[in-house]
């Protein structure tokens, strides 16, 4: 089946730590992307790829860092420098075909929470 | 810049009954507007999406969507609910065709009532 892998589904952060989210994809997609989902708010974009060995801070970066090495994967790192980690991320990937827009896939999500 | 809003955070219907959930978006020119849903710990499905051509825009499991460039809406419905389609439905508005152009409304929770 193709599709969009998230992994861990859970994750817990001590204070200080670093940790890395796993986004895998099968679906042969340029773009990648990682947004933060926060109770009642709309998703916010860390960082995007449209290219492998190329990503784009988006419009809350800070405190998270990425790479793209493989056009299947792209990780997320959130660094002891993001000070409230604690949210849903999702990872989605997109062709994107301007006629019609892009259509994106998602993952099931990470919940991350701060110990 | 564009912007997107979701008035409703929270409606509920029974099951059977009509549904509409209001999408109202800010920009300048004709914009991608899309409609995803979201079940509970999971990821984003999309629902239908428009950019130009007919304004009445059919979708998956039943939903259709009307582009009102008057009143600036993009509203979402279906004439039978059912059960299966408690999630929370979530309007983006795009200024081009990239997603890295997507805005997303704050979302609204659909509860069915049996």
């Known amino acids: 089946d193709g599709g969009i892998t998230q992994s861990p589904k859970y994750l817990f952060r001590k204070e200080g730590q670093n940790v890395t989210l796993s986004c895998e994809q099968n679906?042969?997609?340029?773009?990648m992307y990682w947004y933060r989902q926060d109770p009642g708010q709309g998703l916010r974009l860390i960082y995007y790829s449209q290219i492998v060995n190329d990503f784009q801070k988006g419009d809350i970066a800070e405190g998270y860092s990425v790479s793209r090495e493989k056009k299947e994967s792209f990780p997320l790192t959130v660094t002891s420098a993001q000070k409230n980690p604690t949210a849903f991320y999702l990872c989605?990937?997109?062709?994107?075909?301007?006629?019609?827009?892009?259509?994106?896939?998602f993952g099931s999500g990470t919940q991350l929470s701060v110990l | 810049a564009q912007s997107v809003t979701q008035p409703d955070i929270h409606i509920t219907v029974s099951e059977g009954a009509s549904l509409e959930l209001r999408c109202n978006y800010s920009y300048g020119a004709t914009p991608y507007l899309f409609w995803y849903v979201q079940s509970p710990g999971q990821g984003l499905q999309l629902l239908l999406k428009?950019?130009?051509?007919?304004?009445l825009v059919q979708g998956i499991k039943g939903f259709e969507a009307e582009f009102k460039r008057s009143q600036s809406s993009f509203n979402l419905r279906k004439p039978s609910v059912h059960w299966s389609d408690a999630a929370e439905y979530f309007c983006a508005v795009g200024a081009g065709g990239s997603a890295r152009q997507l805005t997303f409304g704050s979302g609204t929770q659909l509860t069915v009532l049996p």
């Open positions: 428009y950019f130009s051509g007919d304004t």
């Open positions: 679906l042969n997609h340029d773009a």
């Open positions: 989605a990937s997109g062709q994107r075909r301007e006629a019609v827009g892009e259509k994106l896939f």
